[in-house]
């Protein structure tokens, strides 16, 4: 049953966030931006932020479904407990950055549509998101990747080992200042759900 948990919840975070994501995400200035390009951003793209963002939160109450029934298809395989707490926890850290992040974005948006947001609070909001949603989230996903990554291998009959490479190498290059760059957190948020929510079925229920 976590098996199923995760393999489906893990393939609908990689859905709501990438759909959530291309919603608004591909005019999102780059850093740096004059603080008027930021504003215009909000004011244009409030809409489109809304409704991103809402999917986006979605996608973060479903990652914490995921990694609890990763978790415990990690313990029931065989993995290492502290491991598998240490990847939970990663979760935890990394969503409640997200969510933070989210949560200003659409309180920017909502702000921009009533027309009564301005420019040093518009560059103050959209720092702070870009901070917490890239480099915070990207530290907690790290340990989520890293530790899950190290318990499969340990396990060997969770995921492919292909894959359990890959999430520990992932997870180190979260902890890297990579994490600093917007666009990377995201999307290796949805390569790591996908990929395990789709290879997880493929292998046999017991050690």
Not at 59 to 81: H, N
């Amino acid at each position: 049953m976590a098996r199923r948990y995760a393999t489906v919840s893990g393939i609908a975070v990689a859905v709501l966030f990438g759909t959530g994501s291309a919603i608004w995400g591909l005019d999102m200035p780059s850093a740096g931006a004059p603080t008027a390009e930021i504003v215009d951003f909000y004011r244009e793209t409030s809409g489109r932020i809304v409704a991103g963002a809402s999917l986006s939160l979605l996608a973060i109450a479903a990652f914490l479904v995921f990694a609890a029934a990763l978790r415990q298809v990690l313990l029931e395989a065989g993995g290492d407990d502290v491991l598998a707490t240490t990847a939970l926890a990663g979760a935890l850290l990394g969503m409640a950055a997200g969510l933070s992040a989210e949560t200003i974005n659409l309180a920017a948006a909502q702000r921009a549509g009533d027309g009564e947001l301005g420019g040093p609070l518009a560059r103050s909001l959209f720092e702070i998101s870009q901070v917490l949603g890239s480099t915070a989230t990207g530290v907690g996903l790290g340990v989520f990747a890293l530790a899950t990554g190290a318990s499969a291998l340990r396990s060997g009959s969770v995921l492919p080992r292909w894959v359990g490479i890959c999430l520990a190498v992932a997870g180190v290059l979260l902890l890297t200042p990579l994490s600093s760059i917007a666009e990377v957190p995201g999307a290796l948020l949805v390569a790591i759900t996908l990929t395990v929510g789709v290879q997880l079925p493929r292998m046999p229920a017991e050690a």
